[in-house]
């Protein structure tokens, strides 16, 4: 069982950025992949970003690739996102979520969610 508790969300102006933090409990952390979603008002949940068990390998969404970065502290049970150069159209609830399977940008595939931070980027 793992449990996930996003932070770090905000209100920020366009070019700007921040870092959002997902702690998860439990002691096999280490042993999933992990992933950023995300769902703007209106539309659906939208994969963003994934970071293998050991953080190795990290792959991106087309529209945040360049922008965003995914990592992890496996000693911190905590998995960051650090984005960069925010636009409007990144607005949106942000979620983090936990996969056995590294990989999978399908949000059907994650086992656990936590209940979001809110992103608003003014123009």
């Known amino acids: 069982q793992v449990q996930l508790v996003e932070s770090g969300g905000g209100l920020v102006q366009a070019g700007g950025s921040l870092r959002l933090s997902c702690a998860a409990s439990?002691?096999?952390?280490?042993?999933?992949?992990m992933a950023w979603f995300r769902q703007a008002p209106g539309k659906e949940r939208e994969f963003v970003a994934t970071?293998?068990?050991?953080?190795?390998?990290?792959y991106y969404a087309d529209s945040v690739k360049g922008r965003f970065t995914i990592s992890r502290d496996n000693a911190k049970n905590t998995v960051y996102l650090q984005m960069n150069s925010l636009k409007p159209e990144d607005t949106a609830v942000y979620y983090c979520a936990a996969d056995p399977a590294f990989g999978d940008s399908v949000q059907t595939s994650y086992d656990y969610w936590g209940q979001g931070t809110q992103v608003t980027v003014s123009s």
């Open positions: 970071i293998s068990w050991s953080g190795g390998r990290a």
């Open positions: 439990g002691r096999t952390f280490s042993r999933y992949a």
